[in-house]
Each structure stands twice: as structure tokens, then as C-alpha cells.
């Protein structure tokens, strides 16, 4: 029985080290982390932290403990205080004849060989063609200077490549069926990411689409980085990477602000929902996913975690039809596509 209390006051302490970990997340959206980038850790975790509650919730239940009460409380006011990260319903294909929207960080098609197989860039371009987006935004496609040719992607006449001539630095590509009528880019600060804008017409309006890729933390599943970084040089550069994406995020926070039309933005953050970088910029757009997706909405599985780190938003005068997040395996990214509808004035 001894041993069983001290086991039990193991719990206890956990129990109440997992509860502040997630009453702080709560305030991490509203927190500017410019100075508190490591908070970013926790905004990451929280469905695992969530999920751990729930596990104690289960765990006080069967022992009759009042402890029960308290995981309860906290499992609650996640509920209540933050957005969901599982939405229950059965997904529903795309509707025919809305804006379809695809955003996808395709690492490359396979460049540097991560994955074993030599056809990804033509199993990705199959992949597109039979869900048949009619925009198309992609993050580090850049696999040489052969990407540029028109034999690329040949059902969307309407693009915009911008490849910025540095070692290390990528490109963003917006693929579209509909004319493109301005492009530009916003010129991210001490950084090889960047984000691009494209001004779409769609029937008689102007859209304007945003491809973003934020500062990526410089961990990459597989090639080891975790076992052979000291923790305290690995925590140094995923920090100063989340610092990045701060700084990062109040650029396009600020252009969003002076963008004339509707809106549509996709991008990978390298970072989650619960970020202040997300509530940046989001700001008062929707996010696809928790207008009309289904399940975890994972977009990248990291050590076998999943992680909800791709987004598609959209203005409040396009109607959110459905979103869809996709299971193929041609990058360490999955795509995701949402579909719109202009409202009615």
C-alpha cells in the first residue's frame, strides 16, 4: 500500500504539472512571442497535453478520486476556451463548380531523394489532375531550372514562379485556371522563406491568393538532427526559428490589412493553431479546416505525431463549402484543398 501512495503522489504531480501546462497554452495566442518564442513548444503540444488530461480524467474516474473534478475542469475549458483540433462529421467531396483551392509543400518532388521513389513529381502532378483545383498553391517545389517550363502543370495557363536567386532559398508557385492579374511578393525579412501574392479574376471579381511559407525549424524526421544536436544548441535554433516566424508574421499581418479584395491565403507555418503566429494571421479570416473539415486534420507527422501545420484561409465573403485533408505520400507534407463559393451581397 506504501508504494502504491507514492506511486498515486507521482500522478498527483504530474496530473498538476500537465494541467499548467495547459492552462498557459490557453494565453499563448494572445501572447506576442517575440520574446517568448519557447512558448511555441507548448502551442505545438497542446492536443497532447489535452489527450494526457483526458488519460488522468480516466485514470482519478476508476480510483474514485476527487482529482477526477479537477482534470475534468481543465479538460473543459479547453473545450470552451480554445478551438478544436478534432472535428467529428463524414467528409464530403469537393462540390463541382465552386473556387477549388489546393495548398501543398511538395519538399522539392523528392530532389534530395528523402523518399525511395523516383516518380514523385509525375505521381504528384496525376495526383493534381484527377482532383482538378483550379488554383494551386505550392511551397519548395524548386527542383531545378527545367521547373520553369511550360510542360509543368499544362492545365493551368495562369502562374506565378518566384524563385529568389540564393543558395538555400526555395520557390512558391501559384498555379491558376482563371487569369492572374497582378503578382508581388512581401519580402520576408533575414530569412529563406518568403510569401508571395497573386490577384486572381474570378468571374466578375478579384481574388487575391497568398502562398506563405514561414521559417522552418530546421528539424527534418529521419536524418537524426534530434540525436545529434545538443539540447541546448537544438533549443537555441528552434527558438530563434519561432522568433523568425514572429517577425514573419506581423509582414504579412500588415499586407493582409491593405489587401482591396477577397482573400484567400494557404501556406505552411512550421508552426500550429494554438501560435500567436497563427492568430496573427488569421486575424479575422476563416480557417477552412474548422469551417468544414473532418477528423484531426493533420498535415505533417513528425516522429509520429501528428501536426496540424498547413492552412487555407479565406475572407468572410467567401462561403467555406467543404475542405478536404489528403493522404498521399509524395513529401513530408500531406496536401489539403478547400472549396468557396462568393457570397451574396
Not at 508552426?271 to 505533417?300: P, W
Request: proline share 5%.
Amino acid at each position: 500500500m506504501k508504494r502504491f501512495s507514492r506511486f498515486n503522489k507521482f500522478i498527483t504531480a504530474l496530473n498538476f504539472l500537465v494541467i499548467a501546462l495547459l492552462i498557459v497554452c490557453y494565453f499563448v495566442p494572445h501572447i506576442h512571442g517575440e520574446n517568448f518564442a519557447f512558448l511555441s513548444f507548448l502551442s505545438l503540444g497542446l492536443p497532447v497535453l489535452v489527450l494526457a488530461n483526458i488519460l488522468f480524467v480516466l485514470y482519478w474516474a476508476l480510483k474514485r478520486k476527487k482529482l477526477f473534478y479537477v482534470s475534468l475542469l481543465a479538460v473543459l475549458l479547453s473545450y470552451f476556451i480554445l478551438d478544436p483540433f478534432y472535428l467529428i462529421g463524414v467528409g464530403e467531396q469537393v462540390p463541382f463548380g465552386d473556387l477549388k483551392v489546393m495548398s501543398y509543400n511538395v519538399r522539392s518532388f523528392n530532389k534530395y531523394e528523402e523518399l525511395p521513389s523516383k516518380t514523385v513529381l509525375s505521381d504528384i502532378k496525376d495526383f493534381v489532375k484527377k482532383e482538378n483545383p483550379d488554383i494551386i498553391c505550392l511551397q519548395e517545389p524548386y527542383y531545378g531550372p527545367e521547373f520553369n517550363s511550360s510542360d509543368e502543370f499544362t492545365d493551368y495557363p495562369y502562374r506565378f514562379l518566384k524563385h529568389i536567386h540564393l543558395e538555400g532559398i526555395g520557390l512558391l508557385a501559384i498555379f491558376s485556371k482563371y487569369p492572374i492579374l497582378k503578382t508581388g511578393m512581401l519580402n520576408l525579412p533575414r530569412t529563406n522563406s518568403n510569401a508571395v501574392f497573386a490577384d486572381v479574376q474570378y468571374r466578375k471579381d478579384t481574388i487575391r491568393i497568398y502562398n506563405v511559407h514561414l521559417e522552418s525549424l530546421g528539424i527534418t524526421p529521419g536524418q537524426g538532427v534530434l540525436t545529434k544536436e545538443p539540447t541546448d544548441k537544438l533549443f537555441i535554433q528552434v527558438s530563434h526559428a519561432f522568433h523568425k516566424q514572429y517577425e514573419q508574421a506581423e509582414v504579412i499581418e500588415k499586407h493582409l490589412e491593405s489587401s482591396p479584395y477577397k482573400t484567400i491565403l494557404c501556406g505552411d507555418f512550421n508552426n500550429g493553431q494554438y501560435s500567436n503566429v497563427y492568430r496573427s494571421i488569421k486575424g479575422n479570416l476563416q480557417d477552412t479546416f474548422l469551417e468544414a473539415g473532418t477528423g484531426y486534420g493533420r498535415t505533417y507527422i513528425f516522429h509520429g505525431i501528428p501536426f496540424r501545420i498547413d492552412f487555407i484561409f479565406a475572407s468572410e465573403a467567401l462561403e467555406v463549402t467543404s475542405h478536404i485533408n489528403y493522404d498521399v505520400r509524395y513529401s513530408d507534407h500531406f496536401p489539403i484543398m478547400a472549396s468557396f463559393k462568393l457570397r451574396s451581397d
